[in-house]
């Protein structure tokens, strides 16, 4: 459809409810070669870590529980939340949320019970993220405090793609996403004892789109204002939301082209300070740093502020831990987690302070800053600063990059095969088939 037609459709759909409008905003955006291209390396991305995920403790849980559940929702639970343990999927900054965990996996359910080929797969895909991100920038910042936006706002993306890949009308469709959003939850609480809420957080968001599809496809129901209605999301979940971000903007881009890569294994808040830190890292000597002086902006500070991390898990989610590694190692793999690295790295990990500072806290979320000085014993000091980070688009991994990740991934995972899993993910770009996966 033409980007005029794109207009009409937004327009006529003003005066009806949010999700009406977000249904046929997406369905009436053109779809061009190039967004699938881009789409196809992503997925990869989240095929690769759904692999390498399950062989870790939380993976072998959910991957066993699963075992003898084949209906396409608890496929979509344990596929997302395998997807979404290593904490080095791709994210989303405008709307804080890692797409790929909810919608490739629900994707990938359905597919492999429709036996969709590569190009349905990958617009169907286009389509998951493009909810999900535009959800997400609307429930604004107060609602990031308390509720993981992956959670809550990855339903109404793994609810699209699925409607698109079961042929839903557009009608069924806004039930899917009325029944995907009623559903929504995830919490931050997990984060004081470093439990494994997250990857139910992300498997959650893609059985709830999975199931609300399948069930608009036999008739049943769901609200459509389930956003904006008086008992809606925002009501219920959104002190400061943004509404307007829902249809704004609707010839921009598809969403896809603003998803950063994460290159580190860790909560992609703690990216910008590791980023800096590696650089500051290459010009002094790590043993001679007296104190550390870190600035980001505030969603970091608040989710990430974690001087003595207990586990592997809290130590992903402690800036201070990440900026001792990549000070003191000049690099961060999945390692520099793990307890011996933490007692190594302890008391300059100590010397490590923390708080939100500018321009990072005005940019944020549009950027993800932040900035790294090494107080020497000398009294020099070393900085570095980054208004954005490696795998942002603004820095993006080359399709060499992005296959490297894959392979690293995948030998963490045990596959046997590498090369064949990244071929056929990326061919799907050329109208390939959808691969299957033993998990």
Not at 199 to 207: D, F, K, M, P, Y
Not at 365 to 378: F, I, K, S, Y
Request: hydrophobic residues 45%.
């Amino acid at each position: 459809m033409s980007t005029a037609a794109a207009h009409a459709a937004v327009e006529s759909a003003a005066a009806a409810t949010l999700t009406e409008g977000l249904v046929a905003l997406i369905r009436s955006k053109p779809v061009r070669r190039a967004d699938l291209d881009a789409m196809a390396p992503i997925v990869l991305d989240g095929i690769a870590n759904m692999l390498a995920g399950r062989v870790t403790e939380p993976g072998k849980i959910l991957s066993g529980w699963g075992a003898d559940r084949r209906d396409p929702g608890r496929r979509a639970l344990v596929m997302g939340g395998c997807m979404h343990i290593l904490e080095v999927d791709d994210l989303h900054r405008g709307s804080v949320t890692h797409p790929g965990c909810v919608v490739i996996p629900a994707a990938l359910a359905l597919a492999e019970r429709s036996g969709a080929d590569g190009d349905t797969f990958l617009r169907a895909v286009l389509h998951g993220f493009e909810a999900v991100c535009r959800v997400g920038m609307s429930v604004g910042p107060t609602h990031y405090r308390v509720w993981h936006n992956t959670a809550t706002c990855g339903p109404f993306g793994a609810a699209m793609a699925a409607s698109s890949l079961l042929e839903l009308d557009d009608e069924a469709a806004v039930h899917a996403l009325g029944n995907a959003g009623t559903q929504s939850a995830g919490l931050w609480e997990f984060l004081d004892t470093g439990a494994m809420s997250k990857h139910l957080h992300a498997g959650r968001a893609a059985e709830a789109g999975v199931v609300a599809a399948e069930l608009a496809a036999g008739g049943f129901t769901g609200p459509p204002a389930i956003l904006e209605g008086p008992r809606g999301f925002y009501a219920g979940a959104c002190p400061d939301p943004d509404p307007g971000a829902v249809l704004r903007h609707p010839d921009a881009p598809w969403q896809v082209h603003a998803t950063s890569i994460k290159p580190w294994p860790s909560c992609r808040h703690t990216h910008p300070a590791i980023d800096a830190a590696l650089e500051v890292s290459a010009k002094i000597d790590p043993a001679a740093v007296a104190a550390v002086e870190a600035s980001t902006y505030r969603a970091a500070v608040d989710v990430c502020d974690r001087p003595v991390p207990a586990s592997p898990y809290e130590a992903k989610f402690s800036l201070q831990h990440c900026i001792a590694a990549a000070l003191a190692d000049g690099a961060v793999g999945f390692d520099s987690f793990e307890a011996k690295a933490r007692a190594r790295l302890s008391g300059l990990r100590s010397r490590v302070s923390v708080g939100a500072g500018e321009p990072y806290a005005s940019d944020y979320p549009a950027a993800w800053g932040g900035e790294v000085t090494a107080v020497l014993d000398d009294g020099r000091r070393v900085s570095a600063a980054r208004r954005q980070c490696k795998g942002d688009p603004e820095a993006a991994l080359d399709r060499e990059e992005m296959a490297e990740k894959a392979h690293g991934l995948l030998r963490f995972g045990g596959v046997p095969d590498p090369e064949r899993t990244i071929a056929d993910a990326l061919g799907m770009a050329e109208g390939g088939p959808v691969p299957s996966f033993d998990i």
